[in-house]
């Protein structure tokens, strides 16, 4: 008789957005009049940049013709795409990658969950908390993470790492010594952000303890201070203990195309094996790479007009996150973040739970948000609100909160 993995049956409930889908949908069914407003899942709504949509026409053209037809990938993708990350994205900024040691992929959602499987089950997690749900799920899914407790919502064998209002919300060393450490930053949920020399701290920590940090860096283009680093390459010895994930979801709007990339450096080892090595045959067992379509579209994002049409992108969604952030600060509600990320983290008002501000804003203002306790305990009287809308739909939004 087959057997199934009963670490999936240790998950508590459904997948955090999917229950945000169920009740809105379950909402708007009841409510067919109602006009709802999403500001919860951070799905994009600009349309893909005119230089990105040419060069995938141009792509699609080739496909049709025998002479330029392109079928299955290289296993670490194509050439031009992951010479043209590691000039732009590496380089550029004085960082030791090469084309090499970029692993191309459908996105980082798929990276971040899959990344564990070249490690050890008896390998220790610590993330900070509140979390990207993807990593925690992943670990459990793999046996890794101990039993549930439900009544304080923790995983017996996770490290946290508070992320709160005391600290600014960026997490402090963990007292019990990791094996893997998730880093996001700029974060999710939070919208925090930590500087070089914070970043700087983690790389030697991670270097002493033998540590590996699993570094997401998918909200790098919303970067708008001086002293925070765009990738953890920026630090001196991340080379040895990093990894990086990559996504094109959020700076050129490719959550509906699907592209990502996993850098793992060569100097990344454990003995004498390299994490890089282990990927790439993971990589190349498992996975048949992006389509050629795809990535061409990936490399029209490092073109000169593809770089300018998206920070015009990014522009518009970070106006769209200061009309949140001033507004909601503005009608009394304690926020932060919005500065460096397209996320806005707010304290829920008069004592509710995370859950009872998701309703009271679907109910009375047709509004969705992401309740913060879906991020893990110490999200819990939080709220996420995302600046992905449309402009029009963000004001519109933001004056229903202040209505209340």
Not at 112 to 132: L, R, W
Not at 244 to 263: D, I, P, Q, W, Y
């Amino acid at each position: 008789m087959f057997k199934i993995n009963h670490n999936y049956l240790k998950l508590p409930g459904s997948y955090l957005f999917s229950t945000i889908a169920k009740k809105v949908s379950a909402y708007s069914e009841a409510n067919p009049e109602k006009s709802i407003i999403r500001l919860g899942i951070g799905d994009v709504t600009q349309p893909i940049a005119p230089a990105i949509i040419e060069a995938l026409h141009h792509a699609v053209d080739e496909m049709g013709k025998a002479e330029t037809f392109h079928g299955y990938a290289p296993d670490l993708g194509y050439e031009f795409l992951r010479s043209a990350m590691a000039k732009n994205d590496y380089q550029a900024r004085g960082c030791d990658i090469q084309a090499d040691e970029i692993f191309i992929s459908d996105g980082a959602k798929g990276d971040s969950g899959n990344i564990q499987e070249i490690f050890s089950t008896d390998n220790k997690i610590a993330v900070c908390d509140p979390v990207y749900p993807v990593y925690v799920d992943s670990n459990v899914m793999a046996g890794r993470t101990g039993t549930y407790d439900a009544g304080i919502e923790t995983w017996s064998d996770v490290i946290y790492m508070p992320c709160t209002a005391e600290n600014n919300f960026a997490p402090e060393l963990p007292k019990e010594t990791p094996d893997l450490i998730y880093l996001c930053f700029p974060n999710n949920p939070t919208g925090s952000a930590i500087t070089k020399d914070q970043l700087q701290v983690w790389v030697d920590y991670a270097n002493k303890v033998g540590a590996v940090i699993i570094y997401d860096a998918a909200y790098e283009a919303y970067i708008s201070e001086e002293n925070i680093p765009h990738t953890i390459f920026e630090c001196e010895g991340a080379r040895t203990c990093a990894i990086e994930l990559r996504s094109f979801s959020k700076n050129a709007g490719f959550t509906g195309v699907r592209l990502g990339a996993t850098v793992i450096p060569k100097d990344l080892k454990c003995g004498d094996v390299m994490l890089h090595s282990l990927w790439a045959r993971r990589h190349g067992t498992k996975y048949n790479g992006a389509p050629y379509i795809v990535q061409r579209a990936g490399e029209a994002v490092y073109s000169e007009a593809g770089k300018a049409q998206i920070k015009d992108q990014v522009a518009y969604y970070m106006k769209n996150a200061k009309t949140i952030y001033d507004g909601l600060k503005g009608a009394g509600y304690t926020v932060s973040g919005g500065v460096n990320s397209p996320y806005i983290w707010l304290k829920t008002p008069d004592h509710m739970t995370s859950w009872e501000f998701f309703d009271f804003l679907l109910e009375k203002a047709n509004v969705v948000g992401t309740p913060g306790s879906g991020f893990g305990p110490s999200g819990e009287g939080y709220f996420r609100l995302t600046a992905f809308g449309t402009y029009e739909n963000t004001l519109a939004a933001i004056e229903r909160i202040k209505a209340l």
